[in-house]
């Protein structure tokens, strides 16, 4: 087991990794991601566990048995891993390269910014494309402001489940704090829906997302505040938005950065949506502020630079102090 110390240094160095490396293609054209190998792990539960012919009440016991087995194995895993690598600046190395495979810095940065690079280099139809890669809504039913605003939502959301939070279980647990995070994580992305076939089987692993992104998530949304000056906005007031607006947002955790960001742009953000399968009615985070334009996609991302920065200088500091 890592003392908190170990930890912190483990999380500087993972978060530096994942700057400098991210998620290279050639890597992952060769070998399959962690973050394929927990999915394919969940799809193979949910094929035996989820049968449709069962009661709503088997179904959800059978999703809370799917997720206490992914946290099990997760926690396995990683304890196996901290246990072989720990104690040799090799194997703290090794340790750090697979944590920054489960930290999504700069592949979120990349993916974001080449929806603002279409939006010049092939206008409206072209930013429909490629933000139709990083959200779950119908692209073509997006006008320009929607396209932005779709693109400064998933920085604002991912900024907190695909890094913040990831990183808070990693310094609080080590590796299997953080592979944990993944497989929850991960679960609630492919079966917490509420669909037919996964409203009752994905209860629990939505409600248990919900709890780990409960803390970080407000985390995230104090980074995204303290580092509105970068784009010329206010600490206050986008500290004001996200406590005044954070719980319209119809999920706990994700109102929390996407209104800190809201107030840090001056934009309002949220609001009506269309999914495949309809239309979101959503109130509107910071409502009085103007609608998104493409540009704000790249004031945004100068936000989340700079959060992410602010995140690696406070683990940084307490692994000194501690």
Partial sequence: MLVHGDALLLVVAALLLDT????????WRRAPHPVVWIGNGIGWLERRLNRESWSKHRRKLAGVLTVVILVAVSVLVGALLSDLLHGHWLGFIA?????????????????????????????????????????????????????????IESTAENFSDGIVAPVFWLALLGLPGLIAYKAISTADSMIGHRT?????????????????????????????????????GSIATSMKTMFRDARQHRSPNAGWPESAMAGALGIALSGPRVYPEGVANEPYLNADG??????????????YAAACTLEIVVYATLALLI
């Avoid at 930013?127 to 779709?150: N, S, Y």
Wanted: proline share 5%; no cysteine; net charge neutral.
């Fill in 290 to 303: 103007r609608r998104a334009e493409p540009n704000d996609i790249r004031r945004s991302l100068r936000v």
């Fill in 95 to 151: 340790e750090a390269l697979i944590a920054s495979t489960l930290i999504a810095q700069r592949s979120l940065y990349q993916h974001v910014a080449r929806v603002h690079l279409a939006f010049t280099e092939g206008g409206l139809p072209a930013a429909r494309k490629a933000v139709a890669m990083i959200v779950g809504r119908d692209p073509e039913r997006l006008d320009e402001a929607g396209v932005a605003r779709a693109a």
């Fill in 20 to 27: 400098a490396i991210g998620d290279p293609d050639w890597l």
């Fill in 196 to 232: 037919d076939r996964y409203v009752d089987f994905g209860w629990a692993a939505a409600r248990l997302d919900d709890l780990v992104n409960l803390v970080p998530a407000r985390l995230s949304g104090v980074l995204v505040a303290i580092a509105a000056p970068i784009a010329s």
